[in-house]
């Protein structure tokens, strides 16, 4: 360590090179570390970048005033120059983020940013890992998140072993696992309560299969790879505006599976930046105007690759329709709005294109939430606060519980012949 120090003191140039490669070197960490699955950069990390970005500078010019011989003089203005403007840049960071100037919704959930377009993952039955952060948590709620033996927010599943008793499975995204709820206060969790309560569903139980990000590609492959395994009788599956709109268009269609993992699609190389820089995002966001609530396109490119996407989307429903009929299973399709959505009464995606061809398949039922959430409860903009978090979005347990409500409702007019006793059930398949 001594001679080293000694060498760099006596060759500025190669003091210099060493500085600019260390500062290189942290900056290669840190894309390379950003390319991992489920990578999350916080306030850590942006030191790390705002570091090696310094050294990487201060090396650049040392060697420069080196291989040009400046003057004494001239290397302190530089330095100061420098230093001063680096000093700037770095306090200009920390002000935007404190104030959250440019944030991201997972950095007010956990305070990292984390990539829109996830990069390879070997969890193609997207399922609560174990080393999950073991809450749901934001500034607004903190609940427990615990797995079950397969993996998901509920008691340990079963593979049913009475063929006269009914299994419905549940699978969705956030509203489905119970975001912003206890995990008894999830609507899965609810409607058991609920059926508890019917004499006529005293022979239904429920695993839910909810998991928060998930979107219909995973629940295809959770059906095939999981749900299967347990003798379903009814599968309810939620779709939402933000699954097409947000989750199919980072990720594809069924195309992400690979051999043994999975990969959404390709987003700019440069995203690393955008996730350890807030002053990087403002200058993307105000001069380029790209940010990443639109993914980094424009909206031109944007509705584009949804087209694209829609053959895509029909085509996981019509594989799900598939294994359905082969595995003698029920769909019932939830159709869930956002808060939003209610607050405008309309959705925020047009599903025709693929309404229009899930009403020729006759194993799939449908059933609108909005129309029973303004409905039953007259929920609209007066009162959404009442059955929704007001900063993020999700619901209560209040909503939760008008969201199971609402699934009861839809299982009924679409599947009436599951509401029985236990005993006419075992007469039935006697």
Known sequence: MHSLISLLRSHPKKKSLFILLTGALGLSLLYLRFQMPLAA?????SFVFYFSLGLFLAGSIGLISAIFNWEKETCINVGLLFGSFYLCVVSAEIFLRVKGVGGSYM????SKYVSVYP???????FTIQPYFVPFLQTPEYKFPRLR???????????????????????????FT???GAPQDSSYPSLLRQILKNDAGAQNISIQNFGVCGSDPGFTCKQLEDIGFIMQPNVAVITYTSFDFTADFLTRGGLERFKDGYWQALQGPSWEWLYAASYIFRLVANSVFGVTHTNFFLTEKEKETR??????????????IALLAKQNH?????????????????TYLCN??????????????KRFDLLPYYRDSVHMDKNNTENYYWPKDGHHNSTGYRVMAKGVYCGLQKSYPEIFTTLDTAKMMHE
């Open 329 to 345: 299973l029920k769909i019932l399709l939830l159709k869930k709005p956002e808060r939003s959505e209610v607050v405008n009464n």
């Open 177 to 179: 696992e119970g975001d």
């Open 148 to 174: 079950n033996n397969f993996g998901f927010r509920d008691a340990d599943f079963e593979v049913k072993k009475d063929s006269a008793k009914m299994l419905i499975q549940t699978y969705g995204d956030s």
């Open 119 to 125: 990069h390879k993952n070997a969890d193609v039955d």
């Open 41 to 45: 950069f916080g306030a850590l990390h």
């Open 107 to 110: 950095e007010g959930r956990s």
């Open 351 to 364: 599903f025709s294109f693929f309404e229009q061809m899930v009403d020729t398949i006759s194993g799939f």
């Open 306 to 319: 949804l087209n694209i996407l829609k053959p895509k989307w029909n085509e996981v429903f019509q594989r």
